[in-house]
């Protein structure tokens, strides 16, 4: 007679069955980014190198010029969002730096690129866990982005604190237009899922969102 599985057996199980899903998850949004983001200007690059041989073959030099110019600020673009989907893949900023420090490195880039301040206080991260400090690490760099791409924010507040049960609590607003994607929203929530986190949102109108990500006590040791 067969015994029952234990109760750490169906946590294993379970556990698995959770972190398949979530590499899933994770492989179906990196297609998507390289299909909308890298690829589509490698495919307007060649169009752009084409239309500028074209162009010397008539004689246009000034015009190929202009064509070529264009071409080499797209593959510039595509260049800077192959670094941040491999920087998301493996955070080396993190792994070196540690958490509190990566994220300042971040506030740093986005200030200076964008024109947006920042303010930062995450010293509770480097008491977390490696699992739960790389993927708050990605779920609050994408919070970030998503500010930046649909809008101007001015201001970008970003705090990680304990949580009274012994968990802890990530929490990013701006001041920018309302996020109304839905699918920017469900990809924080898949990644805050990996974590057995709870993930909602707030639109503040006329501009303005929060997204709020909660681990568990157990997510945030692991």
Same mark, same amino acid.
């Given at each position: 007679?067969?015994?029952?599985?234990?109760? %750490?057996?169906? =946590?294993?199980?379970?556990?698995? @069955?959770?972190? /398949? +899903? &979530?590499?899933?998850? $994770?492989?179906? *949004?990196? !297609?998507?980014?390289?299909?909308?983001?890298?690829?589509?200007?490698?495919?307007?690059?060649?169009?752009?190198?084409?239309?500028?041989?074209? %162009?010397?073959? =008539?004689?246009?030099?000034?015009? @190929?010029?202009? /064509? +070529? &110019?264009?071409?080499? $600020?797209?593959? *510039?673009? !595509?260049?800077?969002?192959?670094?941040?989907?491999?920087?998301?893949?493996?955070?080396?900023?993190?792994?070196?730096?540690?958490?509190?420090? %990566?994220?300042? =490195?971040?506030?740093?880039?986005?200030?200076?690129?964008?024109?947006?301040?920042?303010?930062?206080?995450?010293?509770?991260?480097?008491?977390?866990?490696?699992?739960?400090?790389?993927?708050?690490?990605?779920?609050?760099?994408?919070?970030?982005?998503?500010?930046?791409?649909?809008? =101007?924010?001015?201001?970008?507040?970003?705090?990680?604190?304990?949580?009274?049960?012994?968990?802890?609590?990530?929490?990013?607003?701006?001041?920018?237009?309302?996020?109304?994607?839905?699918?920017?929203?469900?990809?924080?929530?898949?990644?805050?899922?990996?974590?057995?986190?709870?993930?909602?949102?707030?639109?503040?109108?006329?501009?303005?969102?929060?997204?709020?990500?909660?681990?568990?006590?157990?997510?945030?040791?692991?």
């Amino acid at each position: 007679m067969s015994a029952e599985p234990s109760r %750490a057996d169906d =946590a294993e199980r379970a556990l698995l @069955a959770e972190r /398949i +899903l &979530a590499e899933q998850e $994770e492989r179906r *949004r990196l !297609a998507e980014l390289l299909h909308d983001g890298p690829v589509q200007h490698l495919s307007a690059i060649a169009q752009i190198l084409d239309a500028a041989l074209s %162009a010397l073959r =008539a004689g246009e030099g000034e015009r @190929a010029d202009e /064509i +070529l &110019a264009r071409g080499l $600020e797209l593959s *510039r673009d !595509a260049a800077r969002e192959l670094r941040a989907l491999g920087e998301d893949l493996e955070p080396k900023a993190l792994r070196e730096l540690g958490f509190a420090a %990566a994220v300042a =490195a971040l506030a740093r880039r986005y200030s200076s690129r964008h024109d947006v301040e920042m303010s930062v206080d995450v010293e509770h991260g480097d008491a977390l866990g490696e699992h739960a400090q790389t993927a708050l690490y990605q779920i609050l760099r994408e919070a970030v982005d998503q500010a930046v791409r649909r809008g =101007a924010p001015s201001r970008i507040e970003v705090s990680l604190r304990a949580t009274a049960a012994g968990g802890a609590e990530l929490v990013v607003s701006d001041d920018g237009p309302p996020e109304r994607r839905s699918a920017v929203l469900e990809v924080l929530a898949e990644r805050a899922a990996t974590l057995n986190a709870r993930f909602s949102s707030e639109v503040r109108y006329p501009r303005g969102s929060t997204v709020r990500v909660e681990l568990p006590p157990s997510a945030a040791r692991r």
